[in-house]
């Protein structure tokens, strides 16, 4: 069903290959362009959710599409901005992390919902969004900050920061994962 929190989830989708797009002719507006639209698709992260929780229109379309929306948003900017080099070789690391987790957390999660086993989101984890997104941003626009703002600086700190809290909400969506998963298994024979 088509409605305001799903179109939202939809156009972050669209934006994706517009902000990879902006990678590819390098200039300062384009990283401010390419910043203002990665801004309008965590913007339209946080309203989806919200208007479908307040409107009363979460759907199995949303749940589906939502953190989709996220992981290819996420890994794309983190791909480009590894590809691109604006970020030090030191940095590919976190981004790695954080993609590795995101694919993990994607799988435990599908694993789990055939078992009917909900997998909520906790606090921690926003806050990892909310920094990861934040130092992407900063890496996104790079040297074309004003030099008074240490853009790449601030940003592969906070990817650092985002990939630590990323080791300890994965760890976290594991263990619960393993829990569920050994109770389904069969007892052992001696």
């Known amino acids: ?7 939202l989830t939809m156009s972050r989708i669209v934006i994706i290959p517009l902000v990879v797009a902006t990678f590819f002719f390098d200039s300062p507006a384009m990283r401010w362009t390419a910043l ?3 801004t309008m ?11 479908a929780r307040r409107a009363n ?3 199995a379309m949303g749940r589906f599409l939502d953190p989709i929306a996220d992981k290819l948003l996420v890994a794309s900017v983190l791909m480009m901005i590894v590809a691109f080099d604006r970020v030090g070789r030191w940095s590919y690391l976190p981004a790695l992390v954080i993609m ?8 435990l999660r599908e694993f789990l919902a055939e078992l009917r086993v909900s997998v909520p989101v906790t606090k921690l984890a926003k806050a990892k969004t909310t920094v990861q997104m934040i130092a992407l941003g900063f890496l996104i626009v790079g040297s074309a900050s004003p030099t008074w703002i240490p853009a790449e600086f601030i940003g592969e700190i906070g990817i650092w920061i985002a990939a630590a809290i990323t080791l300890i909400t994965g760890y976290d969506y594991l263990k619960s994962g393993i829990r569920h998963m050994a109770s389904d298994l069969p007892p052992s024979n001696p």
């Open 1 to 7: 069903m088509l409605n305001l929190p799903n179109i």
């Open 36 to 38: 203002g639209l990665f």
């Open 41 to 51: 698709a965590g913007v339209t992260d946080f309203f989806d959710g919200y208007l």
């Open 57 to 59: 229109q979460v759907s």
């Open 100 to 107: 590795l987790r995101e694919i993990l957390v994607s799988g």
